[in-house]
């Protein structure tokens, strides 16, 4: 069955957080409360910047990803895409449909006029580096985060 993409709604926010929330790491920061996640929702929609998709099958969402376009100095004033918070129901994981939502990410990239996507990856989570390598993406760079 087809995976339909398109930009997220706010009466899509649970089924999202819910996917956010389905494996170690998300079950851990994750929360059922709604409100943080609908003030996120609206800080997302009201930039240009920000690209929440969704992924839709059935008229049910299973998968999602928050593309963020980033205008730059570097490599001559280029702007680069970031992929975050990539994920993909359960029951469809290694059916192509991850494939499909990294493609629609680079394509709206490419469409706004994005030369370079980048992501990164929990060290742990082992499978996703498969999957980004079988796509191309390459280990160029290492990562530092910060708890603010």
């Known amino acids: 069955m ?10 899509d926010v649970p089924a999202l957080v819910a996917m956010l929330a389905d494996d170690p790491l998300g079950a851990a920061r994750e ?7 609908l003030a996120a929702f609206d800080a997302i929609v009201t930039s240009p910047a920000q690209h929440l998709i969704v992924g839709e099958q059935a008229g049910r969402i299973v998968a999602t990803c928050q593309l963020t376009l980033l205008p730059g100095l570097s490599r001559q004033g280029a ?3 970031l992929v975050e918070a990539v ?3 359960a029951d469809l994981r290694s059916s192509g449909v991850g494939a499909l939502l990294m493609a629609e990410a680079e394509a709206r990239a490419r469409a706004a006029g994005a030369v370079l996507i980048q992501l990164t990856t929990d060290k742990s989570r082992h499978r996703a580096h498969a999957f980004y390598d079988r796509l191309g993406y390459e280990q160029s760079h290492l990562g530092y985060k910060k708890a603010l």
Request: zero cysteines; aromatic letters at 8%; hydrophobic letters at 50%.
């Open 2 to 11: 087809a995976v339909t993409f398109r930009l997220a709604r706010r009466g």
């Open 31 to 37: 929360t059922a409360d709604m409100a943080p996640y």
């Open 87 to 89: 994920r993909v129901a």
């Open 79 to 81: 702007t680069r895409a």
